[in-house]
């Protein structure tokens, strides 16, 4: 059963426009949530990290969005870049397991010039 | 500096062959972690180790032996694999695991032929 879920597997978008990435989870002992960006042949890189407690975290051109009553996360970047173009993954913690995070599958995003 | 290095890149191995992959870090990080991640899909979790000791083990098969023989360094040796192992084998480290924001090294490509 899939805890954390992506369910768009890809995203396009012009260059200068907003990106934005869902991510849903359906465990409620999840109480951090981070997204980390994977370029090929890279390991993934944290990119934002959100705590349960806030709705809001913001870090430059990337904003996360959290709603803990719809189980539901999103990833904003303003202005998308060519070079934001990449494999974006979900990622939660379990607060009674806490050295585990669980990822999502995955969103590629293609930031088009 | 948040650098996890990982050695080999890649790495093709014979099912009767014993290999080991390297994956070494100089933050400080307390915690390290196996990940296997196959195309299209998100990391797994293979192996936790806390202040050198293994603290969690998903059910990996025997074929994978996970070593910590000091702080910054964590090895993963492989027997006997079989074709399906074939993946990528990501490490990663954190220096606070309750919040658990995880940094990646670029991985090994292994093939198993």
């Known amino acids: 059963d899939q805890q954390v879920k992506q369910n768009s597997p890809s995203l396009s978008v012009q260059e200068g426009r907003i990106s934005i990435l869902n991510c849903d989870y359906t465990?409620?002992?999840?109480?951090?949530f981070l997204w980390y960006k994977k370029y090929p042949a890279e390991g993934p890189t944290f990119l934002i990290s959100?705590?349960?407690?806030?709705d809001k975290n913001e870090d430059g051109r990337f904003t996360v969005f959290l709603n803990k009553s719809a189980k539901h996360l999103s990833l904003h970047i303003v202005p998308s870049q060519p070079g934001d173009s990449a494999v974006y993954f979900c990622?939660?913690?379990?607060?009674?397991?806490?050295?585990?995070?669980?990822f999502g599958k995955g969103i590629t995003l293609s930031v088009r010039p | 500096d948040t650098e996890v290095t990982q050695t080999p890149k890649h790495l093709v191995m014979g099912m009767t062959n014993k290999k080991s992959l390297k994956c070494e870090q100089h933050m400080g990080h307390r915690a390290m972690y196996w990940y296997k991640q196959k195309a299209k899909k998100p990391p797994e979790l293979m192996f936790v180790y806390s202040y050198e000791k293994l603290s969690i083990n998903e059910s990996v098969p025997s074929r994978f032996s996970p070593e910590c023989p000091n702080s910054s360094l964590l090895n993963l040796h492989l027997h006997a694999l079989q074709p399906e192992d074939s993946a990528l084998y990501l490490c990663?480290?954190?220096?606070?695991?309750?919040?658990?924001?995880?940094?990646f090294g670029a991985g090994t490509r292994l093939s198993v032929l």
């Open positions: 990663a480290s954190t220096h606070d695991l309750a919040k658990n924001i995880q940094y």
């Open positions: 465990n409620s002992m999840f109480d951090y």
């Open positions: 959100i705590s349960s407690i806030k």
């Open positions: 990622a939660a913690r379990d607060t009674g397991a806490n050295s585990k995070l669980t």
